[in-house]
């Protein structure tokens, strides 16, 4: 009897030994939850594309528009983008992170797409890595690149080191060279359903990515030793190899389809929170389009503002029926009067669970070439660079043209209208006295609504010249020249966001120029 | 004397890294978290030495206890730069130490055939100290407690190594520099550093840009209660007491109701405006303190004064309390009905019946409801931050007890 009891004790334990151990691995691993790993590149694909592209509108309108005064928000205290307070971790770092956190999903579907050896993906992944990595250098200078997203796989590093803004560019040019050479193969969109953007079409995708690197090329132009002339002469002659946005058929553009999940982002917003109760068009917006004559009053209007814009119609406020704006960078005391009567977004045109939302439109192409040619880095001088310009300015007013449909009483822009436009004192070239300052100006106006490009080109032009207002005072009075890093990046990577920033010559803040900007190269 | 060494898991399913779906079916993301398939359990080794004594036959009665407690290998989820390809990394880190001291003391003062009177009462004071974070971090960046977005970057708790964990710090109104001084009307020199700084022309104070002024401690200084009850014949009556001494706590409710102007506050010099307290500045010295005479502008927009600046939200001087606080949580008067009562009913052992309230005063000096209310986020709540947090609800009732 002792014994049984004896054996069956000793069987227990060993029991107990084996079961440490066994099926260790299957209990640790979630039975509903799908490892990293076991998915195919298309899974990827469709998450980057939307949700990216609604970020990308937000913020537009939360921070793009502010800060270059084509909104401001004067219809109360609670938003302060216009007088430049902008929070480190939620500001600066809520940029950083949008661009990190697509980045590395980008990263990782072209890991995915390597392995499957899905070659339209491959390609895409790269353009779309250069799309997110251009606009994280611009807003923040010195990043890291090399380095990037290695954290989470072996042998990575919680401590990138950050590469120069010029580095960045030189990196992101060789990546758009091997997308446009895997483009070039003509490789098969597996699902084109998925495609929200161009369904499928490489060809399409093929020229967005040239278009991009039209874009990159204009931005660090004013660096000489990019030699961009050279690259971009090469792109316009040679369409073949190089092919660019040709019309507004081409426009990197997504296209929400407004059933749930594929909403835009502004699809459920109400007026009052997108526009009536605080972001209203500024004095600057209306200033560039209307006409207003010696009597007064406002003669001729921009084709393209009523589809943007719309009129303050309370008539205590606004008793004369006209455009007005409101000052970006007031102070508090003057918000109440100088809101009055302000014109608002034209919310039909923008709050829909179908509006698009828009990486690049083909007008840009043509302004790149417009300043290009006056600027001698491609041939043709003066005149091609006028018909450059013309051209760019019908394409942006056809794409808005196609939204004014949208509109409460729903307009288009006439053919007549643009070449009145180009006669007038607002669009012609002839008149303009400065044409480097004229072409940033109308550039600017085109660039409405696509992603902080235009906070971009203020910063690279420095037009068109914008008046910072005594309230702007959260950075001393300064358009902020970038973002800093956000405290994150500086508690957990101190020694390399150090070096990074006393290679750009400042402080963590909004003053120090960018390698590319104006008033770095000054 | 005790000693003891616990071990704490963490959730199940940490080990490997699993896509989230997104709301696009089919379409998955990365996960935020980089997991490590090596992780150890957590560690907590605690000592407490204790001593109970009993005096007088029981009639007095002390409890002291001190303790020390360190938690090692916690598991948490530290930020990473979102750039190395997650925002969160779980890992093994930190050290925190809690050293503490709670005494308590049970007394029957009188006792006496037909009146008793018991009091007990307990006092208990705790300090804290973040002893060291994960590896590679920078120790002079500290480690703030994730306060949801409303709060942002206009105010932070922050722990730093080496000191006590849940400091405020926020923005505050701009005060003249440590030295400054004025000279008033007798031609004397008056120390005026840590004045408010008002602008001559306007009147008007200017908020500091950065988040950076120290506001206080959330932690209180040390924390009790106190219990009392009396009994004479077939009465009781019971009171409760809870107290705390010290401790702040930024309210997110005052900063609303103050800057819209809802709060007695923002009376004074409504219509008129007033000539706030404070110096203006003439000039700075090579030193950095400023050379100051005493304010006495008529603020330009009082408007401006109070929503955008004294009692601008942002402003988190201006909305952050002391916590500390007396409760009378409860009182009770019973009535035990007599036995020879009961007997004469025939079928009932015992009855007695009762009028309580519960949650009757708060002496503090806390402006909004509750001192001791802070901010919930899922199942975590934040002492630092109250926000929109209800007032205690005060009870009375009456209580009727049947023994068959």
Known sequence: MKKLKLIIICGFVLGLLNSCTKDFKETNTNPNKTIVGMISATNMFEPILYNSANNWIEDTWYYNDELIQFTAHTGGITRREHLYYLEESRDWGGFWNFYANYGKNVDHMHELAVEENDKSLEAISLTFKVLFFANMTDMFGSVPYEEAFSGRKVGGTLTPKFNTQKEVYEFLFQDLEAANDIYATNPTFLLPSMDGMYSGNMASWRKFNNSLYLRLLCRVSGRSEMNVGTKMTEILNNPTKYPVFTSNADNATVKFSGSDPYINNFGTTTESDFTKSGRKLTRQLIKMTVVTDQNGNQSYVDPRLPIIGKKNTVVADNPYNIWIGTKSGCTNAEMNTVDKGTSWLNYKIFCRKDATSTYMDYAEIQFIYAEAALKGLISGGVSAAKSYYEAGVRASMEKWSDLGAFSETPTSITSAQVSTYLASPLGSWDLATNKEEFLGNQKYLALFWVGMEAYHEYRRTGYPVLTIGEGATYNDNIHPTRFGYPPTTMSTNAVNANAALSDMGGANDMKTPVWWSKQAIR | ?404
């Open chain 2, 1 to 404: 004397m005790s000693w003891a060494n616990v071990g704490n898991d963490t959730n199940p399913y940490s080990l490997d890294q699993y896509y989230s779906a997104a709301a696009i079916s089919g379409g998955y993301t990365l996960p935020s978290t980089i997991m490590d398939p090596m992780i150890k359990p957590e560690n907590v080794e605690s000592w407490e030495l204790g001593l109970e004594t009993k005096l007088f036959k029981n009639r007095l009665g002390f409890d002291v206890a001190v303790y020390n407690s360190s938690t090692t290998n916690q598991i948490i989820d530290v930020d990473v730069d979102p750039i190395v390809g997650a925002s969160l990394m779980k890992v093994n880190a930190g050290e925190i130490n809690n050293k503490g001291i709670e005494v308590a003391i049970n007394a029957t003062p009188i006792k006496t055939k037909n009146f008793t009177w018991n009091i007990s009462a307990n006092w208990s004071k705790n300090w804290n100290k973040l002893v060291k974070l994960n590896d590679n971090r920078d120790v002079t960046t500290p480690l703030e407690t994730d306060m949801g977005t409303t709060i942002g970057g206009r105010l932070h708790v922050y722990s730093y190594v080496g000191k006590e964990m849940n400091q405020l710090y926020g923005i505050s109104l701009k005060k003249a520099p440590e030295g400054s001084y004025y000279t008033d009307s007798e031609g004397n020199q008056v120390d005026c550093s840590g004045k408010l700084l008002l602008d001559s022309k306007t009147g008007l104070p200017t908020l500091n840009s950065t988040a950076d002024t120290f506001l206080g401690s959330v932690n209180p200084d040390w924390k009790g209660g106190l219990n009392t009850s009396f009994k004479y014949r077939n009465w009781t009556l019971n009171m409760a007491f809870s107290y705390q001494w010290g401790g702040h706590r930024f309210s997110v409710t005052d900063g609303i109701l103050a800057y819209q102007g809802k709060l007695k506050n923002s009376l004074e010099g409504r219509y008129d405006g007033i000539v706030a307290e404070g110096v203006n500045m003439v000039s700075v010295n090579e030193d950095g303190s400023y050379v100051c005479k005493e304010n006495n502008t008529i603020t330009n927009s009082i408007y401006t004064y109070y929503q955008a600046l004294t009692l601008d939200r942002y402003n988190g001087e201006a909305h952050t309390f002391d916590t500390s606080f007396l409760k009378f949580k409860e009182a009770r008067l019973e009535y035990q009905i007599p036995e020879t009562l009961c007997k004469k009913i025939g079928f009932l052992q015992g009855a007695n019946i009762a009028i309580f309230a519960t949650n009757i005063f708060s002496w503090d000096n806390w402006p909004q409801f509750d001192p001791e209310g802070g901010m919930m986020q899922g199942t975590n709540v934040f002492n630092g931050i109250e926000t929109g947090a209800f007032p205690m609800t005060r009870s009375y009732g009456v209580n009727l007890k049947l023994q068959f």
